[in-house]
């Protein structure tokens, strides 16, 4: 299945299913009003993805299966491209079991692992958050991610 | 610097603190039954108190459904094993503030949230500072008891200079948007409304005011305001203020808040807030344009600090003071704030270069020796002058009841019929030029000297004035104090060569060409203006 919005596009494997969307918030209209700026997040995932969860995934891990993963890109303003925290070039596209540790998630969840990076892609700067369900079997649920990491493509900013 | 304290790791998910303490299943035997036993008074009324905000809170969900005490207050996932991040004010001393050693990373929203009035609240992550050091562990707070210092997260919208990814210390809550409250903040909104239950008892609850969110933003007790020194207390027109250590938030019906702090505040609360003189603020602090301090404007007036002094100008005296153009004119800084002169009317304010005093809707200025004259006679209560009502163009200073007029150094002042009459003739400016001495009486009539003549008013009555040679017949016939009594007239030459004049108790009569002069006695059926006729 193709998926594609906002310059993002994902080619997903058989088993995956995700989203590309803007804010979904109830407060995201008044708040652009008021100065924010709704930026594009991508879902992708080996389960069901609830429709009440939050930018990084709460609400979705919950339910994740020890054999699952999730991924999640949410894109940043454009003026932080290329600043300290998104100084690395390009998306991560072959991962390191050993970097995910259950310490690296927006919220510990017993079991999960996580890792986390910044970067600039076409000039557009991302963060790449990825929970897996098993920290025990880390290299087989990474190639998984893995798989459908190589077919995100970024488009530069018009 | 290492303020972050460095504890022993721990797995939060396995320590003791993340499971039920004997305080959780104490209060929640407080919430089955109100009367504990063998508790002390202390805990109790701690456990109390958090009964009571449940109640306050979330009633029905509290009585409906199988939940502690604890998790009413501080939401779900609330134990160090829900895997969350622990809220700053629980670890940080009551302060909603980054703790030192950590730095402002990140933020999330939650719509729509009960903590903020229904509006957007904001979450925003202080992660430890690289260099830092700061331990895993569970938080102890009566309910909050997330972690701190162990999730390894970044939501990376603020301070993006700051390179790599650092554990999560602690979250403050706001309901301001970040990038409004830490310029280091972007606008990039991300969003997570499952955490929309989640506090800490160190947070406004769900039914807090527009001052308790404005302090919760500003820091709680980490915020330049300090401690509260006092509750909420209600101001006019269905607006509120609270005082703080350092300073006073106020709030009008409509939510608005303004912050003063400092100096500037304490003068806002000895004037009774928005209760007093001043009304609400329509400012909080700006610079003063073209002079050193700060300044707050105010519904009725202002307030201005300078120098580590704060004085109040309100009422007629601020818009007076607004047109002689406030600290840079010609009065400079207020030195005390407006106060009420003692006789139930008016006010003074006092200035560097002078005062204001204000009666009703009028207020006017007096500066060096004219208001030193004006203090020394006893202002608008003992003097006998009332409040100033007009500065002529001469100078002198026109009063209810009187006027004073500069002569050199020196100041003169008339009152009653005889000022009246001085200043509708133009003052010094006029026919009867400077008085050359204060008004004086003479038999209970009120005598003033000019230069050739004399101005008499007796109790109730016009002022009349004598010049020669009419004024000196008078005098040795001992003036007022003689059978004549006080003028009724003014002394005229006719235009038969006499001079006259007359008086309560007759007139006299000066031939010009002898100078002899001659005291009438009254003719019953010849009144003053016959005479002056």
């Known amino acids: 299945m193709r998926l594609t919005g906002h310059g993002l596009a994902a080619d997903l494997p058989g088993g995956w299913e995700g989203t590309i969307s803007l804010d979904r918030g109830e407060d995201a209209f008044a708040l652009a009003a008021s100065g924010g700026v709704v930026r594009p997040v991508a879902h992708l995932a080996t389960f069901p ?9 709460s609400g979705a891990v919950d339910v ?19 600043t300290p925290l998104f100084a690395q070039r390009g998306m991560p596209r072959r991962l390191d079991p050993r970097a995910f540790t259950s310490r690296s998630l927006q919220r510990g969840i017993a079991g999960q692992v996580g ?19 098993d920290g025990s079997d880390t290299h087989l649920l990474v190639r998984k991610v893995e798989q459908v990491l190589a077919t995100v493509t970024i488009e530069g900013a018009p | ?39 002390s008074r202390r805990s109790f009324l701690i456990r109390a108190a958090i009964i009571g905000s449940v109640l306050t809170v979330a009633p029905l969900r509290w009585a409906l459904r199988p939940t502690s005490a604890y998790a009413s207050i501080c939401g779900q996932g609330a134990s160090c094993g829900g895997g969350w991040t622990a809220f700053c004010c629980t670890i940080n001393q009551g302060a909603n503030t980054c703790p030192p050693g950590s730095y402002v990373a990140g933020w999330w929203k939650i719509d729509r949230s009960p903590f903020c009035q229904g509006s957007a609240r904001y979450i925003v992550d202080c992660n430890r500072t690289p260099g830092e050091t700061c331990g895993c562990r569970c938080a102890t707070g009566s309910c909050d008891q997330r ?6 997260f970044r ?29 280091s903040c972007g606008t990039t909104v991300r969003t997570d409304n499952r955490t929309v239950t989640h506090n800490a008892p160190c947070l406004p609850g769900t039914r807090a005011s527009a001052i308790d969110l404005r302090y919760q933003d500003l820091g709680l007790v980490g915020s330049l305001l300090g401690t509260p020194e006092a509750a909420e207390a ?11 250590e350092h300073g006073v938030i106020t709030s009008r019906q409509d939510g608005t808040t303004q912050l003063l702090t400092g100096e500037l505040a304490r003068e806002y609360a000895v004037l009774n807030g928005p209760g007093g003189g001043l009304g609400y603020p329509t400012t909080e602090h700006q610079s003063i344009v073209g002079g050193p301090g700060e300044f707050a404007a105010f519904e009725r007036g202002i307030i201005i600090e300078h120098d580590g002094t704060a004085a109040g100008v309100f009422g007629p005296a601020a818009d007076r003071y607004a047109q002689l153009d406030g600290p840079t004119g010609e009065l400079g800084y207020p030195t005390t704030s407006t106060t009420p002169v003692g006789d139930g009317r008016g006010s003074v304010t006092r200035f560097v270069e002078g005062a204001i005093y204000a009666s009703g809707s009028r207020a006017l200025e007096l500066s060096g020796v004219m208001l030193a004259r004006y203090e020394e006679l006893g202002g608008p209560a003992d003097s006998g002058l009332g409040y100033p009502v007009r500065s002529a163009a001469t100078g002198d200073m026109e009063f209810e009841h009187g006027v004073l007029v500069q002569v050199g150094a020196r100041v003169r002042v008339l009152r009653g019929a005889i000022a009246q009459r001085f200043a509708e003739q133009g003052g010094r400016d006029g026919p009867w030029g400077q008085p050359l001495d204060d008004q004086g009486e003479v038999a209970g009539i ?14 109730g009555e016009p002022a009349w004035v004598l010049a020669d040679p009419v004024l000196s017949h008078y005098l040795d016939t001992e003036g007022p104090a003689g059978s004549l009594g006080a003028p009724t007239s003014d002394s005229f030459r006719t235009r038969t060569g006499q001079h006259l004049a007359s008086f309560v108790g007759g007139a006299i009569q000066v031939d010009a060409g002898t100078g002899q002069a001659r005291t009438v006695e009254p003719r019953t059926t010849r009144s003053a203006s016959e005479v002056q006729r």
Do not use: K
């Open chain 2, 234 to 244: 209600p101001g006019p027109r269905g607006g509120a203020w609270r005082r703080f």
């Open chain 2, 1 to 39: 610097m290492t303020a972050l304290t460095p504890v022993p790791s721990m797995n939060p998910e396995t320590s003791p603190a993340s499971r039920r303490t004997l305080a959780h299943r104490a209060v929640d035997g407080l919430a089955r039954r109100v009367a504990p036993r063998r508790v």
């Open chain 1, 115 to 133: 890792w986390q990076a910044f970067f600039t892609e076409a000039g557009r700067p991302f963060c790449l958050y990825v929970v897996l369900g």
């Open chain 1, 49 to 57: 993805l609830p429709g009440d969860r939050g930018d990084f995934g």
């Open chain 1, 64 to 82: 994740m299966r020890t054999e699952d993963a999730f991924v999640a890109l949410l894109e940043y303003a454009p003026e932080e491209a290329d």
């Open chain 2, 155 to 183: 939501y990376g919208q603020c301070n993006t200079q700051v390179p790599g990814v650092t554990e999560v210390v602690c979250r403050v809550v706001i309901c301001t948007t970040p990038w409004t409250w830490d310029p």
């Open chain 2, 147 to 152: 972690r701190v210092c162990c999730n390894n």
């Open chain 2, 446 to 459: 009120d005598r003033a000297e000019f230069a050739g003549l004399t101005a008499f008013a007796a109790p």
